[in-house]
């Protein structure tokens, strides 16, 4: 843009426009200039607008430009056509045109010459939507494979990550970066470059067809114009951080709330959920009103601009023309090259705006891009090779935060094919192990090993692949129960899928719904009961096949009927397969090949059940407190029964 405002110099060497910038110091270079951040931020979108490995996009590219230059030749010879008809006009109705400025073909035909001046601005308008339909393969193309990478960033990030961040917040952030590229990229190559193209000729025809005091005004017109944006613009950009941060907090709220509806129903908290979501929507409406009005501030400004130099220009033109010095198509020109101007000097204005914002959002997908992965493979990380599946953790040392180690040398080994169990109360460490086992953490200090080969010299996805789970708190994708089961191999056949739902004792459940397989299980599996969510993911679990199971505490939020189905279905899972049962109940492992007992990070006993009772210890409390419990359960369910049974024989009588 500095070469606009060069070209309208016309006091000498030395000299420049009112309010210009000094040669080397110019405001707008230096208000242009990119952030470092923003530097990088450009740099990482390039290989996305010009991919290496797309030369049919580059070539797309290419031709883009070509037709920029053709469309802005367009553009600029339009005031003409209207100049000759005009000029053709004002002969044919008896008024003296200068022989000079007679174009003998055109006069006496203005009909033709207005035909001209409609033809040409079909033409611009054809070019312009060609090249923005060229164009949009390009765009959108960037835009698809920075989300696709973002996307699979984040499955590459650690659980942890994921444990901090909130899922709305997340895919807002994904969802605002990918309309940033989409922007940014359709800004440059669409609207900045012919801008700046349009804007040199434009001033070249004013240096053609008329004197130096309407470059001079031009010129000094796009300088505050530019100028009254960047600064309105700059004013605005907090202002609409702000909304964003609101919209996407008042977002992750409904979000939260949304996926804990039975929560919020148990605790009748609707007017709470309620009170929540409107505080963060008030702020939003609040930075919204704000940035509506600074909208309105901006554009009013941009058109007072506009229209004192689209005024000086017009009474220019008029007085040339009643001096006899320009002909009434001049006058005509001179208005309809400044609302021209006008539409890419607004295009500025927008420009600025939108990669200004676009930069914004961007910035905050990057910085998830730059989060490096807590765990990573290794260079040169092996298949994991898995011959029996015997696990083996020694003197393993783990800790969330430095200042809380959870587990403390734990040393033990699991047997290829048998069941090891690991008990013992809240919070001493058992779901830990089964993280670490899946590598959602690497151990502080110790190592695990399967079949002798260290966790962290093989790749993950090797490692899940050699793992199956069944957790506590099954969560399904809301589809189908079919798409569910399948989840546990995609490569597998409809029968398999069926038989895998037998094993699991789910098949007879689901031949009595009415779309059979194609029962949809709603957000998160909510559709089902727990019982058979459960059974959903032994059946994905069964149709893996993996030589090693985790079963983390699999029925513990399950009545005692249900369990014992789900603990029979569990039994025929892992039979033959290496197991490490996570047990809240310990009825359910009594038959384990070796039971581990964890307090506060450390095994403190280990053997079989029987054994470990006989020892008198922590495992032995806990099998008391268990039964007794049980028992207190059992003989207040009696109760209940003899209470009913009574109640009706007295309503009988």
Known sequence: MQRPIDAGSSGGPGKRLPGAPAPGTGWFAARFQPSPEQSRVLRALWPYLWPHD??????????????????????????????????????????????????????????LAAILYGISRIVMALLVQVREGMFAKVAMHAVRKLALST?????????????????????????????????ISRMALMTLIPTIVEFVLIIGVCAIEFDWRYIVTIVTMIFAYLWFTVKATDWRVAIRRTMNDSDTEANTKAVDSLLNFETVKYFGAEEREADRY?????????????????????????????????????????????????????????????????????????????????????????EVLDRSPEVADRPGAKQLKVSGGAIRFDNVQFAYDPERTILKNVSFEVPAGKMVAIVGPSGAGKSTISRILLRFYDVSGGAVTIDGQDLRDVTQKSLRAA??????????????????????????????????????????????????????????????????????????????S????????????????????????????????????????????????????????????????????????????????????????????????????LRQSLTAE
């Open 151 to 183: 996307f699979e960033h984040m499955h590459r990030l650690s659980l942890r990550f994921h444990l901090e961040k909130k899922t709305g917040g997340l895919t807002r952030i994904l969802e605002r970066g990918r309309a940033g590229v989409e922007n």
């Open 278 to 366: 409107d505080k963060s929507m008030a702020l939003y409406e609040k930075a919204s009103i704000k940035t509506y009005t600074s909208l309105a501030v901006l554009n009013s400004g941009q058109a007072v601009i506009f229209t004192i130099a689209l005024t000086i220009c017009l009474v220019m033109a008029a007085q040339d023309v009643m001096a006899g010095n320009h002909t009434v198509g001049h006058f005509a020109m001179v208005n309809l090259l400044m609302l021209q101007l006008f539409m890419p000097l607004n295009f500025m204005g927008m420009v600025y705006r939108e990669i200004k914002q676009g930069l914004t959002d961007i910035e905050r997908m990057m």
């Open 467 to 544: 793992i199956g789970v069944v957790p506590q708190d099954t969560v399904l994708f809301n589809d189908t129960i079919f798409y569910n089961v399948k989840y546990g191999r995609a490569d597998a056949t409809d029968e398999e899928v069926i038989a895998a739902a037998k094993m699991a004792q789910i098949d007879d459940f689901v031949k009595t719904l009415p779309d059979g397989y194609n029962t949809m299980v709603g957000e998160r599996g909510l559709k089902l009961s727990g019982g058979e969510k459960q059974r959903v993911a032994i059946a994905r679990t069964i149709l893996k």
């Open 54 to 111: 797309r030369p049919d996009l580059r070539a797309t590219v290419m031709w883009s430009l070509v037709l920029i230059i053709i469309a802005k030749l367009v553009t600029v010879a339009v005031p003409y056509t209207l100049k000759w008809a005009t000029d053709a006009l004002v002969a044919a109705s008896g008024g003296n045109v200068p022989a000079r400025e007679t174009v003998t073909w055109l006069v006496g035909a203005p009909v």
């Open 546 to 645: 993996p030589p090693i199971l985790i079963l983390d505490e699999a029925t513990s939020a399950l009545d005692s009927h249900t369990e014992k189905e789900i603990q029979d279905a569990l039994d025929r899972v892992s039979r033959d397969r290496t197991t490490v049962v996570i047990a809240h109940r310990l009825s359910t492992i009594i038959h384990a090949d070796i039971i581990l007992v964890l307090r506060e990070g450390e095994i403190v006993e280990q053997g079989t059940h029987a054994e470990l009772i006989g020892n008198d210890g922590l495992y032995a409390s806990l099998w008391s407190r268990q039964r007794q419990a049980e028992k207190a359960r059992e003989e207040l369910a009696q109760a209940l029964e003899e209470g009913v049974s």
